[in-house]
């Protein structure tokens, strides 16, 4: 009975995964063409966080992130595409089993195979990722990477992605470690937004002088509304990530970031009309194949080895 309960766990964390991903897709799409004439992405923030906060505190409260990430994630896509922001964050697997393994949250054995398979999947799953990248890169900066700003550029827009990257990397893994001693992920997610917003507030504050939607052919209510759809898909996808990670570690979560890569270049594909090469389907299938062999690796791994918490909680020195 035990096995099948396992097994069943294990389906219902991929499944939900794989629909937060494409969840995360479709809001990056769903909100491209308004950061394209003006939103700015401080204002979009305070206002996703705050929504989250009042949906996730309920849930919370009756069941029991890292605002700079977004700053970033948000303000880099606003001058890249929403392909390329999704494309970005799959180089977060590797960052996060480097630093896993350096923390122990991650099993770490050079002679064992499991291993071994699990570095050659997430170099080809990171390698996917980036010549995914490289293929979507549009042949010339989009219209709205002109802007003077602090967030215009393209090249600005890419170093914005990568450090969103490295935040959501550490925060994954920051995750996991509060989690063991703290084991509600929604009180995390909301307390997160709650704060999240505060600062984001007080960065704009200081960045632009005022709290301020960013164009005039966008107005309160509009940034609202969308910011109401946004908040509810992030709140769905984060708070299941979450509890995901709780469940199954950070590197394993980590692993399915593909997945919004493939479903965003689909949608911007069927939205936006960005077409979809070749070689950029060959790009994917080495992300999934990556995938599935880090994936594979850990079920064995964890069938062979696993791993308990007081595991986790050694000093990493005597």
């Not at 996730?56 to 990430?69: G, N």
């Not at 307390?191 to 704009?204: D, N």
Request: glycine share 8%.
């Amino acid at each position: 009975m035990r096995p099948l309960n396992h097994m069943l766990t294990n389906a219902f964390v991929i499944l939900g995964l794989v629909v937060s991903q494409v969840g995360t897709a479709a809001y990056m799409v769903y909100l491209s063409p308004f950061l394209s004439i003006g939103m700015n992405p401080l204002f979009f923030v305070i206002l996703v966080n705050f929504i989250m906060f009042g949906i996730m505190l309920p849930f919370a409260v009756i069941f029991e992130r890292a605002t700079l990430y977004q700053v970033m994630m948000i303000s880099g896509m606003k001058i890249t595409s929403p392909a390329i922001a999704s494309a970005m964050p799959n180089l977060g697997p590797g960052i996060i089993f480097i630093v896993a393994v350096s923390l122990r949250f991650e099993r770490f054995d050079i002679k064992c195979w499991y291993t071994r398979l699990k570095i050659l999947g997430n170099i080809v799953c990171i390698g996917g990722a980036v010549a995914f990248s490289i293929y979507q890169n549009p042949s010339s900066p989009p219209a709205n990477s002109v802007d003077s700003g602090i967030f215009g550029g393209w090249f600005f827009g890419c170093i914005c992605l990568f450090g969103a990257v490295l935040m959501i990397s550490f925060s994954t893994i920051m995750q996991a470690a509060t989690l063991i001693d703290f084991p509600a992920p929604l009180s995390l997610c909301a307390f997160s937004s709650l704060l999240g917003a505060i600062f984001t507030a007080i960065a704009q504050l200081v960045i632009d002088g005022k709290i301020d939607v960013g164009t005039s052919t966008i107005d309160l209510w509009d940034a609202i509304r969308v910011a109401l759809m946004s908040g509810a898909v992030n709140s769905a996808c984060l708070g299941f990530s979450t509890w995901s990670v709780k469940e199954k570690g950070p590197v394993f979560v980590c692993m399915f970031s593909p997945v919004q890569t493939v479903a965003s270049a689909i949608l911007t594909a069927v939205v936006l009309g960005q077409s979809i090469g070749l070689k950029s389907i060959v790009a994917m299938a080495f992300m999934f194949c990556g995938l599935y062999e880090v994936l594979w690796a850990k079920t064995k791994e964890e069938a062979a080895f696993p791993q308990t918490t007081e595991d986790i909680q050694e000093p990493l020195l005597p």
